[in-house]
């Protein structure tokens, strides 16, 4: 009998301390490749796939994670990957701006494992 394939993460933080978290939190459970920003992300889909994405809002450049999102969507192999919003914007309303804009699932900052995991296992389970 296989063993059911592990579920990949593509995770796009700019911050190099929320990255090492992400990984240290998520690499028991699921395969997670760390990039910091939309280039690299959008070099990181070529040739593989994901399960789903954790998307950090407020990314250190001109673009945003929603931009990120937007340009994800529009590639017919990640058109529906399910996407979460790794944010510190936990005004009220945030979630619902955030789902509105095309994610599956919100987490604000700062997170716990069950957090990451509890989204991620939402968002596959469809």
């Known amino acids: 009998m296989s063993m059911p394939e592990t579920p990949r993460i593509l995770a796009v933080e700019d911050n190099s301390e929320t990255q090492l978290l992400l990984e240290h939190l998520l690499k028991e459970s699921f395969e997670v490749t760390v990039v910091t920003g939309v ?27 929603t931009d990120l999102l937007h340009l994800l969507r529009e590639r017919d192999d990640m058109a529906e990957v399910p996407a979460i919003a790794l944010t510190a914007y936990a005004m009220p309303g945030d979630r619902e701006d955030f789902l509105e804009a095309g994610f599956n699932q919100y987490v604000s900052k700062p997170f716990t494992r069950d957090d990451l995991t509890d989204a991620i296992e939402t968002s596959l389970a469809g």
């Not at 690299?40 to 001109?62: P, R, Y």
């Open 39 to 65: 280039d690299e992300a959008l070099e990181a889909v070529e040739g593989h796939s994901f399960d789903a994405m954790l998307l950090d809002i407020n990314l250190s450049e001109q673009r945003t994670g």
